[in-house]
């Protein structure tokens, strides 16, 4: 367990979904302890959706831009792995690499979905053991944690007893997606033990509103919002392009805004101007 302290929290954590280094940066400033690099609001920032079209490779040069600039704890959502096995193994090498401090993979059969939506589908239990097997080999301290899909696709009792598969399995921390209510995520907590659970309280989907603090009170230790940001971002983003089309300009937009001083705090603009005086003394 000594692996926990320089990884993630310990103790409860809310965590915020980002999707680039300003956010992962704005969240560090706002005093969260770890954020959660969404494959949700990832892939909606790249304009396709979260049905399995990103890539490896999109998927890292992102994470690695994040750990450029902030040593925050990163999860990231690694989708199925990008592949068998196999691949499993090679995509946590790559996103350990890249600076994950924790890497996701569900049991969802490809083209994977949104866990929110009708009509996944998820891999036999066997299978996804061997990918949690081949992610425990591969690293060399992220912690791996495993998604179980299979509650809207089966039944609650599968996704318990293939949580508990998961844990022999070896994976470090139990993640039930779309339950469907308080009372399954209280069912799940008391049914899978010895490892910390992450709970998704996403919005529009499968699962009700239930608070931090609620879930904390059921046993979970994590609990991600990993589109929240984006969408009320999106959305004041949409508001601002009409203000602009209708009015011409952004005099009614000012209060909305984050000023020029709170934004180049965000980016730590002093740091670079004040290095850049000293890099001229050398010369």
């Given at each position: 367990?000594?692996?926990?302290?320089?990884?993630?929290?310990?103790?409860?954590?809310?965590?915020?979904?980002?999707?680039?280094?300003?956010?992962?940066?704005?969240?560090?400033k706002?005093?969260?302890?770890?954020?959660?690099?969404?494959?949700?609001?990832?892939?909606?920032?790249?304009?396709?959706?979260?049905?399995?079209?990103i890539?490896?490779?999109?998927?890292?040069?992102m994470?690695r831009?994040?750990?450029?600039?902030?040593?925050?704890?990163?999860?990231?959502?690694?989708?199925?792995?990008?592949?068998e096995?196999?691949?499993?193994?090679?995509?946590?090498?790559?996103?350990?690499?890249?600076?994950?401090?924790?890497?996701?993979i569900?049991?969802?059969?490809?083209?994977?979905?949104?866990?929110h939506?009708?009509?996944?589908?998820?891999?036999?239990?066997s299978?996804?053991?061997?990918?949690?097997?081949?992610?425990?080999?591969?690293r060399?301290?992220?912690?791996?944690?495993?998604?179980?899909d299979?509650?809207?696709?089966?039944?609650?009792?599968?996704?318990?007893?293939?949580?508990?598969?998961?844990?022999?399995?070896?994976?470090?921390?139990?993640f039930?997606?779309a339950?469907?209510?308080?009372?399954?995520?209280?069912?799940?907590?008391?049914?899978?033990?010895?490892?910390?659970?992450?709970?998704?309280?996403?919005?529009?989907g499968?699962?009700?509103?239930i608070?931090?603090?609620e879930?904390?009170?059921?046993?979970?230790?994590?609990?991600?919002?990993?589109?929240?940001?984006?969408r009320?971002?999106?959305?004041?983003?949409?508001?601002?392009?009409?203000v602009?089309?209708?009015?011409?300009t952004?005099?009614?937009?000012?209060?909305?805004?984050?000023?020029?001083?709170?934004?180049?705090?965000?980016?730590?603009?002093?740091?670079?101007?004040?290095?850049?005086?000293?890099?001229?003394?050398?010369?």
């Amino acid at each position: 367990m000594w692996r926990w302290k320089k990884l993630l929290p310990k103790e409860f954590t809310i965590v915020p979904g980002v999707f680039n280094p300003f956010t992962a940066l704005l969240a560090e400033k706002v005093g969260f302890n770890a954020v959660y690099l969404s494959g949700g609001a990832l892939t909606s920032s790249l304009g396709i959706p979260d049905i399995g079209l990103i890539t490896l490779d999109e998927l890292a040069y992102m994470l690695r831009k994040i750990r450029d600039v902030t040593n925050i704890p990163i999860i990231v959502d690694a989708d199925t792995g990008f592949g068998e096995a196999i691949n499993v193994y090679r995509t946590v090498k790559i996103l350990e690499r890249a600076g994950a401090n924790a890497i996701q993979i569900e049991d969802q059969r490809m083209p994977k979905k949104c866990g929110h939506l009708d009509g996944k589908e998820v891999v036999q239990k066997s299978d996804m053991i061997s990918k949690i097997k081949a992610a425990l080999k591969a690293r060399k301290e992220a912690l791996i944690i495993a998604r179980v899909d299979s509650r809207d696709v089966i039944s609650l009792d599968d996704a318990i007893e293939r949580a508990k598969s998961y844990v022999e399995a070896g994976a470090d921390i139990i993640f039930p997606e779309a339950l469907h209510s308080k009372e399954e995520f209280e069912k799940f907590a008391k049914e899978v033990k010895k490892v910390p659970l992450l709970a998704n309280m996403t919005e529009f989907g499968k699962t009700p509103f239930i608070t931090a603090e609620e879930f904390k009170e059921m046993g979970y230790t994590y609990v991600i919002f990993p589109v929240t940001i984006f969408r009320v971002a999106a959305k004041a983003m949409k508001d601002a392009l009409e203000v602009l089309k209708k009015e011409g300009t952004q005099k009614s937009l000012i209060d909305k805004m984050m000023t020029r001083k709170e934004q180049y705090e965000i980016i730590n603009y002093t740091y670079y101007e004040m290095l850049d005086k000293e890099l001229e003394k050398l010369l």
